[in-house]
């Protein structure tokens, strides 16, 4: 009773291993290494605990009382309802109270980490996707201009016997006035014959003249 009185004193009040308040009647001497593997009862391998985990913990090491102790009690009542009372404790059920409490410990679920923000498309962006597709959605269909334009070298060989790119526009423009390069994505008509030529409608023969063609049709 001397020893208990003395290290609960010097402990000031507070069980070793969960820090509570402890009343004497609560506490009680808990060998720090087992007498069963060695630890001798000198008051260096002494300290003061509550009863029920005392009892609960029996030959455990060190190691094992703080990892279970530390993590679960913060209070004599708490040790109450995790130990069993004195009476309660037959072998194996001992053994078994405290696997149940590391389990507990092993099976706390990890926190759910925040999920990262879907980055928003810039709105210029988007709004220049939509114009660009809404261009393209309104462009007219361009297999109509290379009718036209088979149409305008035809004619232009059959009465000029050549069709170059100045004469077959005019013509193109005699045929449909509303005919434009720039409602098929063209900035020059130029542009629309090489495509043209592309798509083997026609076939281009350069003049002597930068920027002239002769035109056939394929």
Do not use: W
Not at 79 to 100: H, S
Not at 206 to 213: H, V
Request: charged share 30%.
């Amino acid at each position: 009773m001397k020893k208990l009185n003395e290290l609960l004193f010097n402990q000031g009040g507070k069980c070793f291993y969960c820090d509570a308040v402890l009343d004497i009647n609560e506490a009680t001497l808990d060998h720090v290494v087992p007498q069963s593997k060695g630890g001798t009862g000198d008051l260096d391998n002494l300290v003061v605990c509550c009863k029920y985990a005392n009892h609960a913990f029996k030959d455990y090491p060190p190691k094992h009382k703080m990892g279970v102790i530390k993590h679960l009690c913060c209070s004599v009542s708490t040790c109450k309802k995790i130990f069993p009372r004195e009476e309660a404790i037959t072998e194996p059920n001992g053994a078994k109270n405290v696997r149940l409490i590391e389990n507990q410990l092993e099976q706390k679920p990890e926190p759910k980490k925040p999920e990262p923000k879907k980055s928003e498309q810039p709105k210029e962006q988007t709004q220049s996707t939509h114009t660009k597709a809404a261009k393209k959605k309104s462009q007219p269909d361009i297999s109509t201009a290379y009718q036209l334009l088979c149409q305008a070298v035809e004619l232009q060989e059959h009465n000029d016997g050549k069709a170059t790119n100045s004469n077959v526009k005019s013509k193109m423009l005699a045929l449909n006035p509303s005919f434009k390069e720039t409602d098929f994505g063209f900035t020059q008509f130029n542009k629309f014959l090489l495509h043209a030529q592309e798509d083997k409608i026609v076939t281009l023969k350069a003049q002597e003249k930068a920027g002239n063609y002769i035109i056939k049709k394929k």
